[in-house]
């Protein structure tokens, strides 16, 4: 019987630098990987933690880390040749087959646009299966906003709003995502989906907006990946109620979703 907490060990292919405390590494691996799933990083007598996977291609997935804790701090001293553990992939994914053909909203804060990148470029490299798409991404101020270089590429066929919470640059907006979800046409829409990523609290509130502002609860799909621990079922650490995280999401729609803030 295969051991499903064994990691395996892959090359790191390259490093990029988001923001002081935001790095890319893009891994070499050659499964495959659905929308919103994450992988188990580790290195050995270090620790391991759960991470989403921000992009994809062929031999190679990527992986956007905020350097917070001890296992992070490991993995920035790490370079492309060197190697880093992996099992995975885990976690239900966005449910992309029910947004094609249909308006999607996607609403992230921070390193939550990571989980929803691949979701974004699919779509933009596709953007015959989506009839719009909205994007509102927020970050803390100038110094902390993800992924530059896409956001601009976005810009080209989704309608985007970036904006920082408490300050003010050219190209950005002022104020919380909340502050945005009214530009946003729900009551125009026939069929559509929104994504919402983030930390609790803004999911939370967001998902408030999107219902006051004419969302329907069951067309909203948050993300716990912050809930993350083992990701088996196994330590408990994901465990809201009766539900394990890490084994029912952690892609929940907000019809359970509302159940499960805390």
Same mark, same amino acid.
């Given at each position: ?20 405390? &935001?790095?890319?590494?893009? /891994? ?10 994450? @992988?188990? #990083? ?33 993995? @920035? ?20 087959? %029910? ?20 979701? #974004? ?17 927020? @970050?803390?101020?100038?110094?902390? /906003? ?17 904006? #920082? ?20 046409? @729900?009551?125009?829409? &026939? ?19 999107? !219902? ?34 890490? #084994? ?10 509302? %159940? !499960?803030?805390?």
């Amino acid at each position: 019987m295969d051991n499903i907490m064994l990691p395996s060990p892959h090359k790191i292919l390259s490093v990029l630098k988001e923001t002081r405390a &935001e790095y890319t590494f893009r /891994v070499a691996y050659d499964g495959v990987t659905d929308h919103g799933q994450f @992988f188990q #990083l580790s290195i050995p007598k270090v620790g391991e933690a759960p991470i989403s996977v921000s992009g994809k291609g062929d031999g190679f997935v990527e992986f956007t880390i905020r350097k917070i804790g001890r296992l992070t701090d490991g993995i @920035f001293g790490l370079n492309a040749g060197d190697t880093l553990f992996m099992r995975g992939p885990y976690g239900k994914p966005f449910p992309v087959e %029910q947004f094609k053909g249909k308006d999607l909203v996607v609403i992230c804060g921070g390193t939550g646009m990571a989980p929803v990148k691949t979701t #974004l470029n699919y779509f933009y490299d596709h953007s015959d299966e989506v009839k719009s798409l909205h994007l509102i991404c927020g @970050f803390k101020d100038i110094d902390a /906003v993800l992924f530059t270089e896409e956001i601009e590429k976005f810009k080209g066929r989704f309608h985007v709003i970036p904006t #920082l919470d408490n300050s003010s640059a050219p190209g950005f907006e002022s104020g919380l995502v909340t502050a945005h979800v009214g530009k946003v046409p @729900f009551r125009d829409f &026939e069929d559509y989906n929104v994504v919402i990523v983030g930390p609790p609290v803004m999911m939370h509130f967001a998902a408030l907006e999107c !219902l006051k502002n004419g969302a329907a609860e069951d067309r909203i799909w948050v993300s716990f990946e912050r809930k993350m621990s083992c990701a088996v079922g196994k330590c408990g650490h994901c465990k809201i109620n009766e539900t394990y995280v890490c #084994l029912e999401g952690p892609v929940f729609n907000y019809t359970k979703a509302k %159940q !499960l803030f805390d």
